[in-house]
């Protein structure tokens, strides 16, 4: 469907009558909306306000093809929580259903990390027509350095907010805390943001769903011994340093393929289908998680590894 067409209409007692349940079903929005309740585990809150956004889009849309002109909604964004908590996955969405409505060209996401002045404004130009992510945007202005142009960056992008709101459209994100203290001391910024949401921890039952999740998109599965040892090893990583929810069960899951692939290699044994899928309870063990020591390796560390977006931003 022509992206910002919504069309199923009749006419009643000489009115035209809009089926707003058939609308969003012909839509990308619902298709958007059913892949982020797959993608995401758990975070009912911040599903809520997404498809919260989304009403409010679509009526937008269908009040605008029946003649109810009227301003274009604030549409940048805030998402604050701790990493992994999946506030790239719904930018990405997000930007799905802004172009399937057709407030932004394209389901675009550019990502932004900090500029001086002039390679702000040209980030900001090839950014027009899609949604710009600034993670950790706190980092913007940092006044404890002399030679910081954050301040001129941020009235360049306050500006651009303000001025352009219908060629762009701006997500902040970080910790919640340092964001509290980003808009108390910018609060301009603040003041046009429309949407803040907050992406809550993950608890231990939810990450195990979604190392499930994680390991069946990649034909992988645990053994039945496996799966208490990988219960232990959330709880484990969880109360250990720099814990970054999803992030690190990514990262767990990727060593436990390598520790099975070496496995597997060592033995040189006849293997079978379901022993190339099985992740092993020796597979977990062998991390240093469990041995008790200070979070050094690559299973208690999260591993700054490309993300969604950063393949989508280079493509």
Do not use: W
């Amino acid at each position: 469907m022509k992206a910002g067409a919504l069309t199923a209409t009749t006419e009643r007692n000489g009115d035209v009558a809009i089926d707003v349940g058939a609308a969003l079903r012909d839509s990308e929005v619902a298709h958007v909306l059913e892949r982020l309740d797959r993608e995401l585990v758990a975070l009912e809150p911040v599903k809520m306000r997404i498809r919260e956004i989304a009403a409010l889009l679509v009526v937008d849309t269908l009040r605008r093809q029946v003649g109810l002109a009227s301003e274009r909604p604030s549409l940048h964004m805030s998402f604050t929580g701790n990493p992994g908590t999946g506030k790239t996955t719904v930018a990405l969405r997000m930007a799905e259903i802004l172009a399937g409505l057709g407030y932004i060209e394209k389901p675009k996401v550019g990502q932004y990390v900090g500029h001086t002045a002039p390679k702000t404004k040209e980030v900001l130009k090839r950014a027009f027509g899609g949604v710009l992510f600034i993670d950790e945007a706190y980092y913007l202005h940092r006044p404890e350095n002399e030679r910081d142009y954050g301040q001129e960056t941020i009235e360049i992008l306050l500006q651009v907010m303000e001025n352009d709101r219908d060629k762009l459209v701006v997500v902040l994100a970080g910790y919640a805390d340092r964001m509290d203290e980003f808009f108390r001391m910018n609060p301009g910024m603040g003041s046009r943001i429309a949407h803040h949401i907050d992406f809550p921890d993950y608890h231990r039952d939810e990450l195990v769903a979604i190392g499930e999740l994680m390991l069946e998109q990649q034909r992988y599965a645990l053994s039945p011994e496996a799966e208490t040892v990988f219960r232990d090893y959330i709880e484990r990583r969880m109360a250990m340093p720099r814990f970054a929810n999803a992030r690190s069960i990514r990262n767990a899951l990727e060593r436990a393929r390598l520790r099975q692939a070496n496995r597997l290699v060592d033995e040189g044994d006849i293997v079978t289908r379901d022993d190339l899928m099985r992740i092993e309870a020796s597979d977990l063990l062998k991390s240093r998680v469990f041995a008790y020591t200070l979070p050094d390796d690559s299973d208690a560390l999260p591993a700054p590894e490309p993300t969604d977006l950063d393949h989508h931003a280079a493509t």
